[in-house]
């Protein structure tokens, strides 16, 4: 096998297992993307514009105010005006909101240290290696998809 076939192969490998366990399905729709804005407001631990969250997460400014608006709803995020440009609104985290994505966090910790364990010390290291080597590589040869 020559090396461009070893390599579709292995792509080819990667999109069925991706597609057969919905595994990454589901986590990205859980919350239709209120996990993702909860984790951003979380790390910035600063106020957010709702241009920059739609920015920063990749997503239409629509979906990003519905997810807000459940968002607010919920008493996880308080959404007031600016008072230095009051036509711009500040999006803040709450501690409702710290709640529910530290527990989220601490959900995928815990069934990452499942699988891992499941794996074995051997693979699991081995897993990491390559996961390291697969970033690295993917971070510096990205194009730039933004335009």
């Known amino acids: 096998m020559n090396k461009l076939n070893a390599i579709e192969e292995a792509v080819n490998a990667l999109d069925a297992l991706m597609a057969r366990g919905k595994f990454m399905e589901d986590f990205h729709r859980s919350g239709k ?7 951003y407001l979380f790390e910035k631990a600063s106020p957010a ?4 969250l739609s920015e920063a997460l990749r997503s239409s400014t629509a979906r990003i105010s ?3 608006g459940t968002l607010e ?3 996880q995020i308080h959404r ?15 501690d409702a909101g710290r709640e529910r994505i530290h527990t989220f966090m601490q959900q995928m910790r815990n ?10 010390e051997k693979d699991a290291k081995e897993f990491v290696r390559l996961m390291e080597r697969f970033f690295e590589i993917a971070q510096r040869t990205m194009p730039d998809i933004t335009e």
């Open 80 to 94: 007031e005006i600016d008072t230095s440009n009051r036509r711009n609104i500040l999006v803040t985290i709450t």
């Open 111 to 120: 069934h990452m240290i499942c699988v891992l364990t499941e794996m074995g």
């Open 49 to 52: 514009l709702p241009s920059e």
């Open 73 to 75: 709803k919920k008493g």
């Open 66 to 68: 519905v997810a807000l």
């Open 33 to 39: 993307g209120e996990l993702f804005i909860l984790k």
